[in-house]
């Protein structure tokens, strides 16, 4: 099948699972041929590896079955792209092409239109910014890219593709002065908190799309529209997506997990309430610096690689006991989240919001000025 017949069949699949409502963003998609900004080897988990797979050993049919599913193809691991790797390798993903209904999940959400400038921080493929470059033409649309390499490749195939928008290499947690002022920021990569800079950057009344995640990697999509005082507000929607880390916002490595008996109590909370989606959110609204493990037996620990503290459950008869050790009281911090969480009845993520200003970010839930609420890390 030719690479039009698969393209419009993954544009009907969008359309009829909801994800593509927009008709100027239909006829974005139904331009961009995504196999071009895949190059020729993406990687495919392998167990705990990721093992690479190449176009000439695929097939070019097979390939662009690949291309036009609606999945996430992961393009680089630490540095290295898929068609350096010589074999399987282990590590993180730092760079995709998002799954196409994200892409267009959130070019939606954002709520661009005609006319308006965006800037997108992580080019990645290039894929998503050849959409918003053939929705609101090359002159509106501006992205960043962290890693050198990627950028270089993303530009030629937005050109070989006949675009020509703003690439630029840079940090986009500073955002890009230079196209300033910009009525929407979409980050396709997740951040810890809003970068000030995004704030700056806006025109009055403009958006920030984003996921906000951690070093849980729970993570929440959101809206958020800027008003007159410089105050952005918005809701999470509840869409269970996430992003990788924006790179500067990646948690530290982390030393060997030794389990220190520390101080051990009872814990009402059992870890197992951490496989929900708006908990494990809750868990790390809670314990903002801590990164999360489960174990074999369904239990969890809680490391914080600064101030070494740490907080690891066993199970206790019918029930689960904590031990905490190190200047912070991980287990505690989280059961207190959860606890407030729970009071309110346990609701969906969309029942929280957050507002930030230049001064403070905070996560609420229900009422932002009389719920439950958390600072983020800024
Ligand atoms: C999920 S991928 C982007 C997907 C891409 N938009 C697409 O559709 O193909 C995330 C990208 O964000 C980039 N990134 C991470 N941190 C960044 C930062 N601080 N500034 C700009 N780009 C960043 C990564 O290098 C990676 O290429």
Request: overall charge negative.
């Amino acid at each position: 099948m030719s690479s039009i017949t698969l393209r419009q069949e993954l544009v009907d699949e969008l359309a009829t699972r909801g994800h593509l409502t927009d008709p100027a963003w239909r006829a974005a998609v139904e331009a961009v041929p995504r196999e071009l900004f895949l190059g020729d080897a993406v990687f495919r988990p392998d167990g705990t590896r990721w093992k690479p797979l190449r176009r000439n050993a695929l097939g070019d049919e097979e390939w662009l079955r690949l291309a036009y599913s609606d999945s996430t193809w992961v393009t680089q691991i630490d540095g290295i792209g898929a068609a350096e790797a010589s074999g399987p390798l282990s590590g993180r993903p730092t760079s995709s092409s998002t799954l196409p209904s994200l892409v267009v999940r959130m070019l939606e959400l954002a709520g661009v239109g005609a006319g308006e400038k965006v800037l997108e921080i992580g080019t990645g493929t290039g894929y998503s910014t050849a959409i918003l470059s053939h929705r609101l033409g090359d002159r509106l649309v501006h992205s960043v890219e962290y890693d050198p390499e990627l950028a270089g490749s993303a530009a030629q195939r937005l050109h070989s593709a006949g675009y020509f928008p703003d690439c630029v290499v840079g940090d986009g947690l500073r955002g890009h002065q230079n196209g300033a002022d910009y009525h929407a920021i979409i980050a396709t990569c997740a951040v810890r908190s809003i970068p000030p800079s995004w704030l700056w950057q806006l025109h009055d009344g403009g958006s920030i799309t984003t996921t906000i995640s951690g070093w849980m990697l729970a993570s929440g999509l959101i809206r958020l529209a800027l008003d007159e005082e410089g105050v952005a507000r918005g809701r999470f929607t509840g869409d269970p997506v996430t992003y990788m880390l924006a790179r500067p916002h990646e948690r530290p490595p982390r030393p060997t997990f030794y389990q220190h008996p520390g101080s051990t109590r009872r814990t009402d909370i059992a870890p197992d309430l951490l496989d929900d989606w708006t908990a494990h959110f809750v868990a790390q609204l809670g314990a903002p610096s801590a990164e999360l493990t489960r174990s074999s037996d369904g239990g969890a620990a809680l490391v914080d690689v600064a101030s070494g503290s740490q907080a690891w459950t066993e199970p206790d008869g019918d029930g689960w006991q904590v031990h905490q050790d190190g200047p912070l009281r991980l287990w505690d911090q989280v059961e207190d989240a959860l606890t407030a969480w729970q009071e309110q009845g346990s609701p969906d993520q969309a029942a929280f919001g957050m507002t930030v200003t230049e001064w403070e970010q905070t996560v609420w839930l229900g009422d932002p000025d009389d719920g439950p609420r958390w600072r983020l890390p800024t």
